[in-house]
């Protein structure tokens, strides 16, 4: 197939918070169907990363394409290349105010412009993929935390994104519901999801990532496959990093 | 006996017989304000925060200003000055208009202030979800914001909006004839204190349900975190 052109391209891309560079120069493309893992100390950048890719934050420099659509470009419809970056948080996010259903057909409804029967079909749908179809009418505050990341995952899968990022997706939860998250996770990319995932699961990303990045004080400081990263990295950094998270 | 003095005093049945048709006068024209203070206020102030939510900084400017102002003054010179002073300029209006017009007028600072709080205290991570699922600014304020914040704000713009409907006694001073304005004519006819306390007592037959309701409302829209 032609899918040549990554799903995600970043290049050059610098982030300052007043005084503070916290992102130095980044390039990253992110091939379609790939799960690239990112790791690194925290204040090393990974979460602002994510969060500059849908301009969450705002960029002070360089350029990010998704699908080919420059999101830092003056005539872009932010809302419109949004819907096509699904992103799931460390705190879940879900609103309080709606059932897991509502959760996850509100952007279907406002923002696609289903009705309220095709949403909630499409939305069921998305429940189901993470396994919690006979929750749809539970509010987030009687699931646990593990059912709450799952139904923000179906709300962000609900719009057919082209690409999902994870922002510590399971750093939140309690050890006994990382597990539930993460199968969803591994099913999405056996299914072909493209997905960035900022973590601290290390065997999860040793058995799943194609691609792991390292990154520290803003700069990708290595790249490679879990295996060369994990087992045989050229920065002693990393290996002292792994260590300390690992045992 | 003094206790027959004091029956006599307060609570003499035919000066309420003769002044009690007065007094549901009255209780309907201070339902009427309320009501007209109770809309008027809230949606005026509702809509303020929700301009402020925009976070224009000329506009906020104004509307920071003019809310402190009115949220420092007494009703009652707003009252006196609408009915008084600002007809010397041209713009008159009627002691009913007057009375609706400031407290519907102190009513939404207030308003404003409590909206802008609730919108404050929704959590910034529920912007991010919406805004990250492609919800615009204000799809993200109505649809996920909003809800959120008017459950937080309900106790305290229950009870305010209580406190200052009461207010509505203070149209007595304008001569609007509402309940303390019809309780005090008749006592200056009867020079008897008995229409004050049926005055009291319609009174309390408006507001105690509405404090009560005030209560249900809070338990109906409160939910767990």
Request: proline content about 5%; hydrophobic content about 50%.
């Amino acid at each position: 197939m032609g899918g040549d052109r990554p799903i995600l391209e970043v290049r050059g891309l610098h982030k300052s918070f007043g005084a503070l560079e916290v992102l130095k120069g980044i390039d990253l493309a992110v091939r379609k169907g790939e799960l690239v893992f990112v790791i690194g100390p925290s204040g090393s950048g990974k979460s602002t990363l994510l969060r500059c890719c849908n301009r969450l934050e705002e960029p002070s420099s360089g350029s990010i394409r998704v699908e080919g659509v420059d999101v830092m470009a003056p005539g872009t419809d932010i809302n419109a290349v949004r819907r096509r970056i699904g992103m799931v948080f460390q705190s879940f996010n879900l609103y309080p105010h709606l059932d897991a259903l509502g959760n996850v057909t509100l952007a279907l409804r406002k923002v696609v412009g289903q009705p309220r029967a095709e949403a909630e079909r499409a939305g069921q749908q998305a429940l189901a993929r993470v396994g919690l179809a006979e929750k749809a009418k539970s509010f987030p505050n009687e699931l646990s935390g593990g059912q709450q990341q799952r139904v923000a995952i179906a709300r962000a899968l609900a719009l057919e994104p082209a690409i999902l990022l994870f922002d510590e997706p399971t750093s939140a939860l309690d050890p006994e519901l990382v597990g539930s998250v993460l199968a969803v996770m591994r099913e999405l990319r056996e299914s072909g999801m493209t997905m960035v995932v900022v973590s601290h699961e290390m065997r999860f990303a040793r058995s799943a990532a194609d691609r792991v990045i390292f990154m520290d004080h803003g700069l990708i400081v290595e790249q490679g496959t879990p295996e060369k990263l994990f087992n045989a990295p050229e920065h002693p950094r990393i290996r002292d990093f792994i260590a300390s998270i690992e045992h | 006996m003094q206790l027959e003095r004091l029956a006599d005093t307060f609570f003499n049945l035919q000066v309420m017989q003769q002044y009690l048709p007065k007094i549901v006068e009255g209780f309907f024209v201070t339902v009427q304000i309320a009501l007209a203070v109770v809309l008027a206020g809230i949606a005026a102030g509702l809509a303020l925060a929700l301009v402020r939510a925009f976070r224009i900084r000329a506009l906020n400017f104004f509307i920071i200003l003019g809310v402190d102002v009115l949220r420092a003054l007494p009703p009652l010179v707003l009252i006196i000055g609408f009915y008084f002073a600002l007809p010397t300029i041209g713009i008159r209006m009627s002691a009913w208009v007057a009375t609706w017009l400031a407290l519907s007028l102190v009513l939404a600072a207030f308003a404003e202030e409590i909206f802008w709080a609730g919108i404050l205290a929704v959590p910034k991570g529920q912007w991010e979800a919406a805004r990250s699922t492609g919800l615009s600014f204000v799809q993200t304020l109505t649809d996920v914001v909003l809800p959120q914040a008017v459950r937080l704000t309900i106790p305290p713009l229950t009870n305010r909006t209580i406190a200052i409907t009461k207010g509505t006694a203070l149209g007595a001073v304008v001569a609007v004839g509402e309940i303390l304005y019809q309780a005090q004519t008749a006592y200056s006819f009867s020079y008897n204190p008995s229409p004050l306390v049926l005055g009291a007592a319609a009174y309390l037959i408006l507001f105690i349900p509405v404090v009560y309701f005030g209560r249900w409302v809070e338990t109906r829209f409160a939910w767990k975190r």
